[in-house]
């Protein structure tokens, strides 16, 4: 009798073990469930100018969620700025990959890239305009947690949110890679947003400006993170930054050690300004 009964309670035991591992197993898969990225197109007109920019998620998760706006490098709104808002989306971020120039326009060499570019740089009223559109569009999808909203750049991009960010944009935080540095003054009163700066150690375009710029963020009391990646020139997280490098004879050049750095020093710095 003692010998069934145990029998019993092993068998019992038994199945209750594995039925709880495939209930474990089938919640492990539940949480890593593949992305299904969802692409939207959000157009709409600035003056004379058409903007078309590029929102992506993953719908197989529910409600809102932090939200990334992306700027593009001086070359225009390309393919690799569209690629970084579906990275964000895999991370489980609303992304919008901005349209700062309208028209369908694209920089497709130096000089028409610096054409396009120099008049934000010039005139940052110009890009603030721009980029407070597609801020107030992005906020429409029902998906976007307007309490937690931050930018990243690149190059150009990153140059415009530290400028956005000194004007007193009202985001979360700002993550800058290979980006200029100087630009709008700093105010106290008005940087607000946690600021990361992701900066190749032989960038040729930006050296000059580091000692100035962190003197800038210094004189008003400003915290940021700066960070410097070894041997990562300009343009470092780009893998078509060496074919246009040599092309164009420029020194940029794709890192993929600083690339991963930056990318994953951008996470870190997302959960604490997300929290």
């Not at 893998?239 to 951008?266: H, L, R, V």
Request: aromatic fraction near 10%; glycine fraction near 8%.
């Amino acid at each position: 009798m003692r010998l069934q009964t145990l029998l019993s309670a092993c068998t019992f035991l038994t199945l209750y073990a594995c039925n709880n591992s495939a209930n474990e197993s089938s919640t492990n898969q539940a949480e890593t469930k593949t992305p299904k990225i969802k692409e939207e197109a959000v157009t709409y007109t600035i003056d004379t100018l058409n903007m078309n920019n590029y929102v992506v998620y993953d719908e197989n998760i529910e409600g809102k969620r932090p939200a990334v706006l992306v700027i593009h490098e001086w070359w225009g709104l390309n393919d690799y700025a569209k690629r970084r808002a579906r990275d964000l989306a895999g991370l489980g971020y609303i992304a919008m990959a901005v349209d700062m120039y309208g028209n369908g326009r694209m920089g497709n060499d130096p000089g028409a890239a610096q054409n396009l570019a120099m008049p934000y740089y010039q005139n940052p009223a110009m890009a603030k305009k721009v980029f407070d559109r597609a801020l107030e569009e992005f906020k429409k999808n029902p998906n976007v947690d307007q309490t937690k909203i931050a930018g990243i750049g690149y190059c150009f991009g990153g140059g415009m949110l530290l400028n956005l960010a000194r004007m007193g944009e009202p985001l979360n935080g700002v993550v800058s890679f290979h980006g200029s540095l100087l630009g709008t003054p700093a105010d106290k009163n008005l940087t607000k947003a946690e600021i990361l700066v992701c900066h190749g150690e032989k960038d040729d375009f930006v050296n000059a400006e580091v000692a100035p710029f962190k003197k800038q963020m210094d004189s008003i009391g400003k915290t940021y993170t700066f960070i410097t990646y070894p041997n990562a020139t300009h343009s470092f997280t780009n893998p078509d930054a060496t074919e246009m490098g040599k092309k164009f004879k420029m020194p940029i050049e794709y890192n993929a050690a600083a690339d991963s750095a930056s990318w994953n020093d951008m996470k870190v710095f997302f959960g604490k300004i997300f929290r």
